[in-house]
């Protein structure tokens, strides 16, 4: 167990701070994509 | 505190990537972009969004301070806290995704149901928890920033609130789920990564660490009497359920599937998240003196496993942690106030709602500053305002998703009943033979709801769900 909490979570938690990181990237361009759009 | 200068400039790079990111997401044209986002936020950024809400100075310092004590037996009891999560993404939040395209907070789904006075009611408590947990948000991050700067508590309590205003006010909750984003992904990277170097570096073998959870947790175990677990475990279960800001990320997300993705891995990755942060108060046995503060321990153990620079990535991951929170219940509650208390009355046109929505921004940030100088009082108002969400809102709320029918006499008299009743058994009475409020309230809550809906119904006036 105590390598479960102390090695697989970790890695679990960043893999999730990754994941959400390239995300938050996609997120932002279509943000800037739909301001785009409505200036034109 | 004794921070270096590459710690600060972790720090500073942090404020400046928010500033960024709410650069990028500031221009809100409507008041639906500014509440839900306009219907456009995919299921990732939900589950960070969620997390980065629910992940607050609780469940991380005050977590590794409570496995510091008591290794893990909150980590045990606050599983239930993944399992209404995941319940809600399975039944509930796909519905008000799917089936409530028109509402922007649980009162416009009130009066959906039960008509404009449970509406009303709802934007009440509403707005008054989201006052109540900026308020203790900003004390807590105010606490922080002071801690780094050593400027005066009502200084740094008003930096903290009124830069988290700042792009709520501009950006709405694109802005607020963006820089959720961020925030998720310096804390779900940094924190583990202390972890990692807990286990590594331990002078300790892993079966003796393992030893010493178990010996803890044993003794945490055998401290609490089973009404205080079952108190405790309710609390987990029920004191947030689709409080405003998680019912505002379900009402955002771009179809039903991204709700309920969102909320599912939500609700799975906080058995990961907890593990870790209650993991570091098992470690910390072996890296800080027996007798350090428990709510010490996570900053003590960040000084001691982690270099400095990195150490001010902590400390901004931490200030990320209450910011997170503080900004989803910024913006809830000022949704909750322009929809539910302002907008009752009178339809309000688009751009005044989106007017009245960033100057309430600024109006509830103004009010938590100053109610936030009026600690200790805070918490135990907080703690009301948990004790009220779930007998008052919760029943009646759930009930109206499935229900085919609904009679207003049921929503409002649900709401009185077991809010009122749940303040009563807290506050003055104490909680009588350790039976937790919330539990007697929601008793008393789905008693009154069955009165209403038979006193209440008249031949053909049960509401059908299509009035709002």
Redesign the interface.
Known sequence: MIYVVGIIFPLIAIGCGAVSFVALIKFVVEIQRDIRERKT | MNVTTLDYVGIIGYFVFVGV?AY??R?T?TFSEYSIGAH???A??I??SLAATYIGPGFSVGFTAKAFSTGYTFYLLALTYGLQTVLMGLFFAPKLAEHHRDCHTIGDVMEKHYGKFTHVLAGIVSVGLCIGFTAVMGKIGGILLQSVTNWPLSVCIAVVTLFTALYTFTGGL?AV??TE??Q??????V???M??L??FKSPAS??E??DK?SELTRTGLSGLTGMQMLGIAVSFLLGETLIPPYANRALAAKSGDATRGGFIAAGL?SV??L??V??LG??AHQFVPADTAPDNVFITMGKTLLPAGIFGLLLAAIIAIVMSSQESVLNSGTVALVRDIIGVGKPLTDRTALILGRTGTIVIAVIAVIVAGYSPGIIEGLLICYSIWAPALLLPFLLGLYLKRTVPMAGWLSMIAGGGTSIVWQTFLKEPAGIPAILVGLAVGAIAYAIGHLLGQKPGSANTGESL
């Open positions: 990111f990028f997401t221009r044209r456009k936020v995919p990732v950024m589950f960070s694109r789920v963006a984003g961020l998720f992904t310096l804390f779900s990277i924190i583990p990564i972890l990692l807990a286990f892993a079966a660490v393992g959870a990755y990961v998240w593990a870790i209650a993991g098992v470690f």
